[in-house]
């Protein structure tokens, strides 16, 4: 099945750690289009999640700059980019080695590239020391058929607890 | 977070009621530490019933606390882990080491 | 109480009728560091979603164009602009009446408008024929003390059915 | 939608069951639209219980379909809305003309 959807959106946000939530509820409500399962959706956020924290703490260490997220959605798949103009990635090759961390007194666990590498399809790394990173990473949406109650049915779930508190 | 202590079994129930991110991970990190220096515990159970969201810093979440309370001469498990978040678990090695429990579909 | 918040993000998309409920979804996860109620957060989507839909009806009519929104926190207060650079208004006071539509084929009701100031604390409509449109919305959150477990309870809330299906 | 006829009262049942928006407001109308003609009911009831979110799209989409039903004869009533979909029919004036029933909460 070819999908009818053809659809971008660009996001900037500053480097605070209370816009990580923020950041990837939007990514998720933007892949819904796409009628994501549960699991698709929860693998597109933790992705997201980990490639802005990056950014925010790697990136921009305690200093303010600008988060950038472009989405794309082509046929069947979204691709998503995430860059910054933070201090970039010496060694990316290292970088993306499970368990390294450059900051391992703030309980990093060296995890983050991994968890995308393995939640996303495809996963790309570009950075220049002092000019910033760029990660783009891209998801098929394995799926027959598409309605708007599907659609409905996955905004709902976006940003939602699997059991209620009240 | 809800903070429950059985002093007869020496047991502490530690339930996460946030999404586990770097923004909240210092604050459930510290309150955490907190509970377990004040009662000591000889078993420590992080409860994820209510955690609807996690990212690798619950990794480091968890993985501290363990070295913590290792280091005190208790046991950690991980209890109501839903089926993205064992993912996560299991990635980092952390089943291995933790008795880890996954939560039943309602 | 002073909220310690001070924050900006900038989101950008096709105006395609299926972003409809992407944007408002955004806004409101950006929102929620305010930790709005479940009306509040209610009346932010509402008002957001006909600013939108303006954009992409009204202002772009059947063409493709960029529809941008900026958000700031200031204090305990969210601003929102919406802007696209479609057709403009031509007489702004008779748009702003209740009831008034362009589009009564379309069974638009007119209440767009009306519906964004009686949500919001103060609306706004700049408007140039030929040039665009830009809708400037502000809310005050009336909040006494924020919690990152107020704020995990409103994301969660966010695109979430009331009742559910399963 | 979920659709539902009652021959015996003439009575048609038309639940909700997406987000009403512009975007949505096309198919919705369609849909009604078709089961109204095809039942040429003497009640037709919009159920909202599974509507959580509404703009004005949903005034378009109900005074339509209000005008219609009137031509032919019969009458329209809105059942289980929310009080954020309640505040919107308020503001147009549907509640006038329309009964209304609220949502129960849970
Ligand atoms: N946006 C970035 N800017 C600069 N350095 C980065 C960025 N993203 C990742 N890195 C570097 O790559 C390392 C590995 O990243 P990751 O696998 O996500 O683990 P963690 O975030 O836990 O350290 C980081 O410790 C950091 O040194
Ligand atoms: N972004 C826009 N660009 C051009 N015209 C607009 C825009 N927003 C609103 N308008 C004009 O203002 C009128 C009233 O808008 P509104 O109150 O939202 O009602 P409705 O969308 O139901 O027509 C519209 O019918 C249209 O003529």
Do not use: W
């Not at chain 1, 959605?73 to 995430?82: D, F, L, M, P, V």
């Amino acid at each position: 099945m070819k999908s009818i959807y053809e659809n971008e959106m660009k996001l900037e946000f500053i480097s605070k750690s209370n816009n990580e939530a923020f950041a990837r509820i939007s990514v998720a409500a933007f892949a819904a289009q796409l009628d994501p399962t549960v699991e698709e959706i929860s693998d597109i956020k933790t992705s997201v999640s980990e490639a802005v924290t990056n950014s925010i703490i790697h990136g921009y260490e305690d200093t303010e700059g600008i988060v950038k997220i472009i989405c794309k959605i082509i046929g069947n798949s979204i691709i998503i980019e995430i860059s910054d103009t933070g201090k970039g990635i010496e060694n990316i090759e290292e970088a993306k080695k499970p368990l390294y961390t450059s900051k391992p007194n703030l309980e990093r666990s060296g995890m983050g590239f991994t968890i995308m590498e393995s939640f996303m399809d495809e996963m790309k790394i570009e950075s220049i020391l002092g000019i910033g990173t760029k990660v783009t990473m891209k998801k098929l949406i394995k799926k027959e058929e598409i309605t708007d109650e599907d659609i409905s049915k996955v905004l709902s779930q976006i940003g939602q607890k699997e059991s209620n508190e009240n | 977070m809800n903070v429950n202590y059985e002093q007869k079994n020496k047991l502490l129930l530690l339930e996460i009621t946030e999404e586990i991110d770097h923004h909240t991970s210092e604050k459930i990190r510290r309150r955490a530490d907190n509970e377990i220096t004040r009662y000591m515990p000889r078993k420590v159970i992080f409860d994820f019933s209510n955690v609807t969201f996690m990212d690798s810093a619950g990794i480091g979440v968890v993985l501290g606390r363990y070295k913590m309370i290792k280091m005190l001469g208790g046991t950690l498990e991980l209890k109501n882990v839903s089926l993205n978040l064992k993912k996560i678990f299991e990635m980092s090695g952390i089943t291995k080491i933790c008795p880890t429990t996954i939560k039943q579909a309602i």
